[in-house]
């Protein structure tokens, strides 16, 4: 779950890390994948609240497709229900496999780690990691770099032994 942040100014180092920590996490994965038995594919998800039960789950992906062929006054209605429920976010998983094993890798978590100080998904805010912007406002590649790869390396780490 993406941390909420209020501060204009924090929102501001947020977008500026959040591409570059992506770029760097998938590019840290590929080299960690050619070098391990593990094979990897990435998958669009669909992330839930925690609480989020299979029916309600259900329910809310019906209405959304009901969403696609109902009226404008049907629409409203729908609207107002799903108001009501949990929403998923998007989310980008790695999906992993070697031999009968499995795993897999939330790459915004992954990100959100990056580009932020202690993030954990269970706080609601986190502050950004500025030592990744250098004096002049922009992303510092070597520490962004750094920062990713351990990041990343400790992710693989965590991976089933063999």
């Known amino acids: 779950m993406p941390p909420k942040i209020t501060n204009s100014v924090a ?3 947020a977008e500026i890390l ?15 994948l050619d070098e391990s038995a593990w094979t990897g594919t990435y998958h669009d998800v669909l992330i ?12 809310v992906t019906e209405l ?5 062929t109902a009226t404008p006054q049907e629409a409203d209605e729908i609207r107002k229900t799903l108001a009501r429920l949990p929403m998923p976010h998007p989310g980008y998983h790695l999906r992993l496999e070697r031999q009968q094993q499995q795993a ?20 609601e805010s986190a502050d950004v990691d500025t030592s990744l912007i250098d004096e002049f ?9 750094a920062k990713a790869k351990e990041l990343v390396e400790e992710a693989f780490a965590k991976l ?3």
């Open 11 to 13: 929102w501001q180092q």
């Open 18 to 32: 959040m591409q570059p920590a992506f770029i760097r996490v998938i590019d840290n994965l590929r080299k960690l």
């Open 48 to 59: 839930w609240p925690p609480s989020t039960t299979d029916e309600i789950k259900a329910l």
């Open 64 to 68: 959304l497709q009901a969403m696609e």
């Open 104 to 123: 897999s890798i939330d790459l915004w978590e992954l990100c959100y780690q990056v580009c932020f100080i202690k993030y954990s998904q269970v706080q």
């Open 137 to 145: 406002g922009e992303v510092d590649w070597l520490r962004l770099d």
């Open 160 to 162: 089933p032994e063999s």
